[in-house]
């Protein structure tokens, strides 16, 4: 059984930055790609970000490219999500994921262990 639990998020002004944590159980981490979703309220879930299981390569949404960097520590067993020049559009509850994969995949069909979610909330 594989465990994520994500971190990081909260309240933050519009320009502000936030950087989310996912640490995941097990030793099978560094095996695969992990993503970030996010859904806002009345909205279906979302990819943001993603990154192979090196973490040499990563994809994002238009809607974050330039703002927002995926990375990961396999030593720790962690995911990162460095979320800069936040936007009032930017807020959802946010979640990692694993990818049943190695690769980078934006389909949320293709991961399939979740956390929680962490709640990010931008100000405007």
């Known amino acids: 059984q594989v465990h994520l639990v994500e971190s990081g998020g909260g309240l933050v002004q519009a320009g502000g930055s936030l950087r989310l944590s996912c640490a995941a159980s097990?030793?099978?981490?560094?095996?695969?790609?992990m993503g970030w979703f996010r859904q806002a309220p009345g909205k279906e879930r979302e990819f943001v970000a993603a990154?192979?299981?090196?973490?040499?390569?990563?994809s994002y949404a238009d809607s974050v490219k330039g703002r927002f960097t995926v990375s990961r520590d396999n030593a720790k067993n962690t995911v990162y999500l460095q979320m800069n020049s936040l936007k009032p559009e930017d807020t959802a509850v946010y979640y990692c994921?694993?990818?049943?994969?190695?690769?980078?995949?934006?389909?949320?069909?293709?991961?399939?262990?979740w956390g929680q979610g962490t709640q990010v909330t931008v100000s405007s």
């Open positions: 994921a694993r990818c049943r994969g190695v690769t980078v995949t934006t389909n949320l069909h293709e991961y399939d262990y």
């Open positions: 990154i192979n299981w090196r973490g040499d390569r990563t």
């Open positions: 097990g030793r099978t981490f560094s095996f695969y790609a």
